[in-house]
């Protein structure tokens, strides 16, 4: 049996496999079930400032309908604010009692000067690491690609000064300029970055003309963008990575891994074919170290990095050329 | 006779056969003086129905009738008059009384049917291009009706923060009588006040002089008038007819002066009380609402016992209105006289701790929950644990249970209701300079504009769009505020526009106590697990029916935990409703 240990934001795991951030970790029971199967570690389902703001919008505007003056919601949405944060504490304690692999808590703000309260929160409620899921769709034509980075860089600092738990960030893949920009994130003082954010995506139903959601759930093609940078990455930054979108199998797991991830984190795998899916993955990483007589993952990771495999311009090849004609490439 | 008389008839045949010669001159209409009084005109939109016109009418020609499309609201009967122009003298005192200015006269004034009922018309509806014929409008040099309020004196806003003495000086009767006169009866108010108190009744008895009969008309349905005369929200003055043109009469401030002639309303009141029924209700909470549904129960012969967790009885309008709004004595007086008529009151007993609510369900026939809304929201930024951040709610507690509580030289009160108004005031006169940081516009501010007003007299400033972020410390204790400054966005509902954290725009304000007031929610610890389930509470609310019953029959609810005003005349009115659904569950067959 091969040792399938890893260690990930400081915290040691017993498995590579981090369940990401989901409905499948939004209650103590999935959670219990989740270790039951394997799990490594969880990520629990980000609480939204997002979702906060609507889910007050639309009281108010049930209870103006129903007669209500809005001026007695002046302040409604903090108080739903402290409802969602005290449920969600509530969510980090109940887990934490009833599991013992790590639990990493993860917020989603788009506005800045809530993140460091809601991080502090977490880390007194015992969460093992805090995961920060920043995005902003970088519509906004008067805002420049600094000023859309910017703004991480800011949060984590201000997050930082509050809390010492590990953090780590969950980046999307859009900038102009990624390697150098997650370069100088991991300089920042995070433990890790994960690659990459999948977000909800639109798409149009022609016979209703409307806008409606496309395929929530990943692809395994999809694990083709992170595993690229991953591998460009790892040994050019000091935090840790993890993987994320696309890992659909123990294969996707062990290419992760040999480009240099630290963990992956996987949903819709899961939902796809149940908690109990956890173990194929387990299984399929052992039987293949096994099989190249890997005794850790340690001993293999980042193996196939850019930094280290035969062909690195491999990784920096974006264009389809003439000779794939042949399908030799 | 004489022959020439004979023979003159004759001499017109020189005209037999010759054409007759007409003159014609051009058909002109004849012009109506100025100000000509013919037929009405009536602005259906302006007009409230109020009936003024219909009651000064000395021919009895206009009826207030229901016309379609009109439907009565809060500030509007619903009513449009209808003139009988048969009998109508075109006298133009309607004109004059009208108090919103819509009734007029016109030159219009041919008509000609054999049909009387074609004589009825209604203003406005019928012939609605007499709106380009006004001839016959409200004077603005004569006027009939008195606009102007009787002006209420106050205590110098810079010698008032010094002191928590009463600010309002309240009518003197002279003055009151004058201010009663002004009011034309039309009863406009009465649908606009959630208790419906009989305000042009009282008022019409103290313009007549009669303060006891206003009293007992009070008293009706209102069984702290004196807390209502000084505090309320006064909705009815919002939709005062007066108040179109003019100012809207005082009713407040009646109502104030009346309860205010005598120190003892029972010798006045003299009130019948029922015999002794057999049935007992609890009641949970002695503020507005509890209070009045355990007077008029206990009038009606029930044996009511309220519990309240407080030293003292009033909910917040002892807890949470300063003494300088409305002093101590005055409440004192008010609990005294329900006591007097057998309200048994259970001080320092706390629901869920010192006895239970099963027990109190247990022990009577019906129970009534008025808990109000005494947990304060959080604010939810860094720093909020910090020594002397504190909630207004439990501030104004304190001081008006006569503790002490810190404020230093400088405090800031975050909110823009009520009750930051107060604690604002109150910090004030505790010698602290004040700033209330408010993150909509002062126009958006819940508050009372005359407290707006007041705290700022007397020296508190309001910073709008200001949205905390974080209470700096040190030592454990609170040194600053950061916030930042938002921009409105408009509701494209058409809501009220929503405040936007600015990025980058922040400003440190150094102050000593932060003091929180940005709203509060009912406690509901204190009913067992079984009921929480079966009891149905919506966004932090009961829900009743219309007699203020619970979806559990034998459990009754009133106050801010129930109603959407959430203001003290809102609480008597679901106490007094829920007397009513009480008497039908437990008498009726």
């Known amino acids: 049996m091969a040792d399938l240990t890893t260690k990930y934001l400081g915290l040691s795991l017993k498995n590579p496999i981090i369940i990401g951030s989901s409905g499948l970790t939004d209650s103590v029971e999935d959670i219990i079930e989740l270790e039951r199967n394997g799990a490594a570690a969880v990520v629990l389902k980000s609480i939204f400032e997002e979702e906060i703001l609507m889910e007050t919008e639309h009281i108010i505007q ?60 977490f880390e007194e409620a015992g969460a093992d690491a805090l995961e920060l899921n920043i995005f902003t769709l970088p519509t906004n034509m008067k805002r420049t690609c600094q000023d859309n980075e910017q703004v991480y860089f800011d949060i984590i600092e201000k997050v930082k000064k509050e809390i010492s738990i590990p953090i780590s960030l969950k980046i999307s893949f859009y900038s102009a300029n990624l390697g150098p920009f997650i370069v100088k994130l991991s300089e920042t003082g995070i433990r890790g970055l994960v690659l990459f954010n999948r977000f909800w995506s639109p798409d149009i139903d022609i016979e209703t003309l409307k806008i409606i959601s496309s395929n929530v759930l990943s692809r395994s093609e999809d694990f083709s963008l992170s595993l690229r940078w991953i591998a460009i990455m790892s040994e050019r930054i000091s935090c840790d990575l993890a993987a994320s979108t696309g890992v659909h199998d123990g294969s996707a797991l062990i290419k992760q891994l040999l480009a240099g991830a630290n963990a992956v984190q996987i949903v819709s795998a899961l939902y796809r074919n149940g908690k109990g899916y956890i173990q194929n993955y387990l299984h399929d990483l052992n039987t293949w170290m096994e099989r190249h007589d890997f005794v850790t993952i340690d001993q293999f990771r980042g193996k196939m990095s850019q930094s280290k495999t035969e062909d690195p311009a491999m990784y920096e090849r974006v264009q389809f050329m003439r000779y794939f004609r042949g399908h030799n490439a | 006779m004489s022959i020439k008389g004979t023979l003159l008839p004759f001499s017109a045949l020189k005209f037999l056969g010759k054409k007759p010669h007409t003159v014609r001159y051009p058909y002109q209409k004849k012009k109506t003086a100025e100000r000509y009084r013919g037929f009405h005109y009536n602005d259906i939109e302006e007009c409230i129905g109020c009936g003024t016109c219909a009651t000064i009418c000395q021919n009895e020609a206009i009826d207030m009738i229901q016309i379609e499309g009109i439907e009565a609201k809060k500030g509007d009967s619903g009513l449009r008059p209808r003139v009988d122009n048969g009998r109508c003298c075109w006298c133009g005192l309607c004109v004059e009384m009208c108090p919103t200015g819509s009734l007029s006269l016109t030159d219009q004034y041919l008509h000609t049917s054999s049909d009387p009922e074609s004589y009825l018309l209604v203003p406005g509806v019928d012939h609605p291009e007499f709106a380009e014929h006004l001839s016959f409008v409200k004077d603005d040099e004569v006027r009939l009706l008195d606009l102007a309020r009787v002006p209420m004196k106050e205590l110098d806003p810079q010698e008032r923060v010094k002191s928590f003495a009463e600010v309002v000086v309240g009518y003197m009767q002279e003055e009151a009588r004058r201010e009663a006169t002004r009011c034309i009866d039309c009863g406009i108010c009465v649908t606009a006040c959630p208790d419906h108190m009989h305000i042009p009744e009282y008022i019409g008895a103290i313009a007549d002089a009669d303060d006891e009969l206003a009293l007992k008309y009070i008293y009706d349905n209102n069984p702290m008038p004196e807390m209502c005369g000084k505090v309320c929200t006064r909705q009815c003055e919002t939709v005062c007819a007066i108040g179109h043109l003019g100012e809207p009469i005082a009713i407040r401030w009646l109502k104030r002066y ?85 309200v048994k009151i259970k001080y320092n007993t706390r629901v869920g701790k010192d006895i239970t609510f099963q027990e109190i369900r247990k022990n009577n026939d019906a129970t009534f929950i008025g808990i109000g809304f005494h947990v304060p929201y959080k604010l939810g930024i860094s720093g909020e644990d910090l020594q002397n951040s504190i909630q207004a709610i439990e501030f104004l507690r304190t001081i008006n249970l006569g503790g002490n509580v810190y404020v230093g030289k400088k405090a800031v009160v975050i909110g823009g209701g009520n009750v ?51 209470i700096i410390g040190e030592d454990g204790k609170v040194k600053a505020v950061k916030y930042g400054m938002a921009e409105m966005v408009p509701d494209p509902r058409g809501g009220r526009p929503r405040p936007k954290l600015i990025e980058g725009n922040e400003h440190i304000m150094e102050t000593d106590t932060i003091i929180g007031a940005i709203g509060q929610e009912a406690d509901y610890s204190f009913l067992p697990e079984d009921l929480k389930e079966e009891l149905k509470i919506e966004r932090g609310r009961v829900v009743v029916n219309e007699f203020k019953q619970t979806s559990i029959p034998d459990v009754f609810a009133g106050g801010d935990n129930v109603n959407r005003t959430m203001d003290a005349i809102s609480a008597i009115a679901d106490g007094v409703k829920a007397v009513e659904g009480i008497t039908h569950y437990l008498m009726d067959e």
């Not at chain 2, 002695?286 to 009038?299: F, H």
């Not at chain 2, 409305?326 to 006289?337: A, T």
């Not at chain 2, 501010?445 to 700022?456: L, Y």
Request: proline share 7%; hydrophobic share 40%.
């Open chain 2, 258 to 342: 009346a309860t205010e002639q005598f120190p003892d309303p029972a010798a006045v009141l003299n009130p019948t009380i029922a015999p002794a029924n057999g049935k007992k209700v609890g009641i949970v909470g002695a503020g507005p609402a509890g209070l009045s549904a355990g007077y008029y129960l206990a009038l009606r012969g029930f044996d009511v016992t309220i519990y309240e967790a407080l030293p003292k009885a009033g909910g917040m309008t002892f807890a949470g209105i300063p003494k300088y709004r409305f002093p101590m004595d005055s409440l004192d007086k008010q609990i005294g006289y329900m006591e007097k008529i057998g």
């Open chain 2, 420 to 470: 930051a108004i107060d604690a604002a005031r109150v910090a004030r006169r505790l010698g602290a300079e004040v700033t209330i940081l408010y993150r909509r516009r002062v126009q958006d501010m819940p508050a009372d504009w005359e407290e707006i007003e007041a705290a700022e007299d007397e020296g508190v400033e309001i910073i709008p769009q200001g949205i905390p972020l974080e």
């Open chain 1, 62 to 121: 049930q209870a103006q309908e129903d007669g209500y003056d809005e001026k007695a919601f002046d302040y409604y949405d903090y108080k739903i604010k402290d409802n969602n944060l005290s449920a969600y504490v509530n969510l980090i304690k109940g887990a934490k009692k009833a599991v013992h692999i790590p639990v990493i808590a993860s917020i989603n703000c788009h506005s800045g000067h809530e993140w460091p309260y809601y991080a502090k929160r």
